[in-house]
């Protein structure tokens, strides 16, 4: 129901600045204004952040002479982005993905540290309604794609196992689609949550991932056609680990071989994640581990070493002081 409107227009009750504003008679005086009321921000973090984006948004319009076809183009881009959102389907992550900010701001906020798993981007396609399994359970339902068992420990930097880390985890089926994807969606499916046991280990059966396209119905998709740029992701797992007292970990794990793995079209692969698939031909290990047909699947083994708070927080700082000490080194 929408909110009726007052029967009189009001403002928000914040007065005029105290201070003489010139005139905006050109484009200097218009950033020059606006910077300054930009002072007027209570929180000292959002008034860096923002004095931050109008000097870069300002200066690129003035060094580009954005024209305003250019201006209202990106306007309409940007809304048609938006209006392609819905509660399970985020096209600004996937605008993010493409131009590389995910991944950069992924980048900044979890520098390597030595003995850590490296983290990845957390993509448009995570949803908060994974059901709870067992050891070996399967995220799958039955004839989603090729076998895949999943195991490992999740341990500390010191080698200590981690219990109870929760592990989230979610992937395409062999079609390359998500569970969202699917218009008759009516349950979770390729996703699961389960936790380490007592020596923090965990397993889970799943399906081997495939490469696929993200999103081409959309804003997004039209704006990599006329880039000239694919839009193929290289098959991967995609895995968030908590446990308290913990960095939680939002990482992916790529099978070696793909064909898009140097030109991920959201940048999210590193050299640490690429992950080896070993062949198993075993029907009576097949069946052990629950597989309920067939001979053979792949394993994937792979141990997550999570950071402690205090020594991912101290990393984060550190890697904050070099890039500023090499940005002002630019200057």
């Not at 200066?59 to 250019?70: A, I, N, P, Y």
Request: proline content about 8%; hydrophobic content about 35%.
């Amino acid at each position: 129901m929408a909110t009726p409107i007052p029967q009189k227009a009001v403002s928000n009750g914040i007065p005029p600045p105290s201070f003489f504003l010139p005139y905006p008679d050109g484009p200097e005086l218009i950033t020059d204004n606006l910077m300054k009321l930009i002072e007027l921000t209570p929180d000292p973090r959002h008034k860096f952040l923002l004095r931050s984006l109008v000097t870069h948004l300002h200066r690129f319009v003035k060094e580009t002479s954005l024209t305003t076809d250019e201006w209202m183009t990106a306007i309409h881009f940007l809304t048609r982005v938006g209006q392609k959102c819905t509660p399970i389907r985020q096209e600004f992550i996937l605008l993010s993905d493409i131009i590389g900010i995910s991944a950069l701001v992924d980048a900044i906020n979890n520098p390597p540290i030595s003995g850590g798993t490296e983290s990845s981007v957390l993509g448009p396609f995570f949803t908060d309604d994974a059901p709870d399994l067992e050891a070996g359970e399967s995220i799958a339902s039955e004839g989603k794609g090729e076998y895949l068992y999943v195991e490992g420990r999740v341990l500390s930097t010191d080698g200590t196992p981690i219990p109870g880390a929760i592990i989230e985890t979610w992937e395409t089926d062999a079609q390359g689609y998500y569970d969202t994807q699917y218009t008759n969606r009516d349950k979770p499916d390729c996703r699961g949550r389960l936790k380490t046991d007592k020596d923090g280990r965990y397993e889970y059966r799943a399906v081997v991932p495939v490469a696929y396209p993200i999103p081409g119905d959309g804003p997004v998709g039209e704006m990599l056609l006329k880039l000239q740029r694919h839009n193929m992701r290289p098959n991967h797992l995609h895995l968030m680990i908590e446990a308290p007292g913990y960095n939680t970990l939002t990482t992916a794990l790529y099978p070696e071989g793909d064909q898009y793995l140097s030109s991920d079209a959201v940048f999210g692969v590193k050299k640490s994640l690429v992950v080896t698939l070993q062949d198993i031909h075993d029907e009576a290990e097949a069946r052990k581990r629950g597989f309920p047909q067939g001979e053979s699947f792949k394993l994937l083994q792979f141990d997550f070493i999570l950071v402690p708070n205090e020594e991912a927080q101290a990393a984060r700082e550190q890697f904050a002081q070099e890039r500023a000490q090499k940005l002002s080194g630019r200057l």
